[in-house]
């Protein structure tokens, strides 16, 4: 999945810039005792949304908590990166398969994401939470069936949690599209951690 090359509308704020109240917004994204700096790897997207302070807060608050929420990190990264494929988000994708293999997702689930909830590789229940982001993209929301195969496994805080994952994914990478946020560049240098 790759991006066209072309500035974005919208600039992130640059490593000079990001100080004082900036500095502070862009610190509640990263775990405690770790902070942005000069040696932090470049994080576009955060970046460029905390030029708006008034809803950066809530949306790096919503972010932050589906770390900390009720789904197991893996169906997490599942979903994520199903959203991220049908967004068509090159940003959401490079980030969130790294994400995806540090929560023990294996590239042949990878690449089983990418051919979708009919893909051999899946149970009937992985199948389903996927089916949930395509019923969505799809119909606007989850067929009765999907969510009958869903519920016998998920309680209804992760059901809820699930559409939450579905919707934040999706308006993040709307915008990750519309304005033209580039994909970091320590992406292609997996021997750098941010």
């Known amino acids: 999945m790759t991006a066209p090359k072309s500035q974005p509308f919208i600039e992130p704020v640059p490593a000079a810039d990001r100080v004082g109240e900036v500095r502070e917004r862009l610190n509640t994204l990263l775990p405690a005792g770790t902070s942005f700096s000069a040696a932090t790897p470049d994080r576009n997207l955060p970046c460029t949304l905390v030029k708006h302070p008034h809803f950066f ?3 790096s608050q919503l972010g932050t908590r589906f770390r900390t929420g009720v789904l197991p990190p893996h169906d ?12 068509g988000s090159p940003y959401e994708w490079a980030h969130h398969t790294r994400s995806a293999k540090l929560s023990g997702v294996t590239d042949a689930e990878i690449s089983a994401v990418i051919a979708g909830p009919g893909d051999d590789a899946w149970d009937t229940t ?3 939470k996927l089916q949930a982001v395509d019923d969505v993209y799809d119909d606007q929301r989850v067929s009765a069936e999907t969510w009958r195969r869903i519920a016998e496994e998920y ?7 699930l559409l939450m994952l579905i919707g934040f994914y999706s308006m993040t990478g709307w915008m990750l599209n519309s304005i033209g946020i580039e994909v970091d560049g320590w992406l292609s240098e997996p021997h750098r951690t941010p």
């Open 57 to 59: 807060e809530p949306w």
């Open 76 to 87: 997490r990264e599942l979903i994520t990166l199903r959203v991220a494929h049908r967004v």
């Open 126 to 128: 992985t199948a389903a």
């Open 155 to 161: 309680d209804e805080q992760q059901l809820i949690e």
